[in-house]
């Protein structure tokens, strides 16, 4: 649901920019999802958020795997550990449901040798958040997993089977002191379980893990402001699922620093872009929970197999499609998709038609709608209820 106000005097202005935005996008050479480490010219870029080697990204991160992180977001365990570090908060942070209508978050960092001191409350690793990590070929840390029972397939089958490299508090090397608890809350134990992120490489170091990345997902970005669209998103509320409809996330857009503000985790939370991702949801009961007769819970599982979405950037929302492609997660610019297939089909009808039947119609990659920072993205049921409500208005 969008709710617009936006003065007219400003829409040509805007367009304009629109315009030139365009061309940047078609004309980009780097493309989310790309397999090489990005870098422009002699200056390394951050993949996760386009930081450059100039404003302090380390390059040689460029030549390590990505580290994710599985973070509480029960209301015991607000505000978490680490997220609104003033130095290393997460490069991304992916939230969606997980069971029981509560959602989790994922954490995501380019360059495990800047983390926080502390990371937390951990909690335990979910199939869909794995399989999310695996596109950027992370290395999946996490206090604990579910287990597969029945028709209920947990994280301990996808590891296995997908072959991914995991650090779970519950059998890892103690030696470390990678992990530990926290008791100055006044929160059951669940909540307490914490990382030291200063032992983190020490900790991948001796599980011996590949550290050379592979092919992974490399966001693009660009460098002007109002790059998303003359669509204004002053304030966003994303609702996950209906099961999940006390979870809303409220952001609001700040004109001074030209960031997304929320208060939902307890905290001043700051994110540059938020992209909301529509993905259909299934839930699958597991029975007899931790052992309890009778006690059966609703795991919910993500289908990771794209579909439509929104890019809110600089106060702007555009829309955008998504898909997994290659193992790599893919953003596509709509209007700048068919801005394309229209400029191709009236070349086919020109005289030029050779040259117009060698015109690409292959979708638009989001590109410069990136602005330089930190993502945070929304999954969002596409079936069970999902919804993204924006409103705004754009005054002098």
């Known amino acids: 649901m969008k709710k617009y106000k936006i003065r007219p005097y400003l829409a040509a202005a805007l367009a304009l920019v629109m315009v030139l935005c365009m061309i940047l996008v078609t004309g980009c050479s780097g493309e989310s999802g790309g397999s090489d480490p990005v870098e422009t010219g002699e200056v390394a870029v951050n993949p996760l958020t386009g930081q450059t080697s100039e404003e302090g990204f380390d390059e040689n991160a460029l030549n390590q795997r990505v580290a994710a992180f599985v973070v509480e977001n029960s209301p015991e365990s ?125 900790a991948l170091e001796k599980a011996g893990f590949r550290t050379e990345p592979e092919e992974y997902t490399q966001l693009s970005f660009g460098r002007l402001p109002w790059l998303t669209s003359f669509e204004p998103a002053d304030t966003v509320k994303v609702k996950y699922s209906d099961r999940a409809g006390w979870e809303n996330t409220y952001w609001t857009y700040n004109s001074e620093d030209r960031k997304y503000h929320t208060a939902n985790f307890n905290n001043d939370f700051v994110r540059d872009n938020l992209l909301i991702l529509y993905d259909d949801t299934e839930y699958i009961d597991k029975a007899n929970y931790k052992g309890e007769v009778g006690h059966t819970v609703s795991y919910c599982d993500y289908a990771l197999g794209g579909g439509k979405g929104l890019l809110c950037s600089q106060g702007t929302v555009k829309d955008i499609e998504w898909k997994v492609e290659d193992g790599k997660l893919v953003l596509i610019d709509v209007a700048a998709t068919k801005a394309a297939e229209e400029k191709a089909a009236q070349a086919a009808e020109s005289e030029d038609s050779e040259e117009a039947s060698e015109e690409s119609t292959e979708p638009v990659l989001v590109n410069a709608s990136l602005y330089p920072g930190k993502t945070w993205i929304g999954w969002v049921s596409a079936n069970n209820g999902g919804d993204v409500e924006i409103e705004g208005s754009l005054d002098e």
Request: glycine share 8%; proline share 6%; hydrophobic share 35%.
């Open 78 to 202: 607000r505000p978490q550990w680490g997220m609104d570090d003033a130095e290393y908060s997460p490069d991304i942070v992916l939230q969606g449901e997980v069971e029981a209508g509560i959602t989790r978050t994922l954490w995501m960092y380019a360059d495990y040798n800047k983390l926080p001191e502390i990371i937390g409350p951990m909690r335990s690793a979910r199939p869909p958040y794995i399989r999310f990590s695996e596109l950027f070929d992370a290395v999946f840390i996490h206090w604990g997993q579910s287990s597969s029972k029945g028709m209920y397939v947990g994280a301990n089958t996808v590891f296995k089977q997908d072959g991914v490299d995991h650090i779970n508090q519950m059998t890892f090397d103690e030696s470390v002191g990678l992990f530990d608890r926290d008791h100055t809350r006044s929160v059951s134990m669940e909540h307490t379980g914490i990382l030291y992120g200063s032992k983190v490489p020490e």
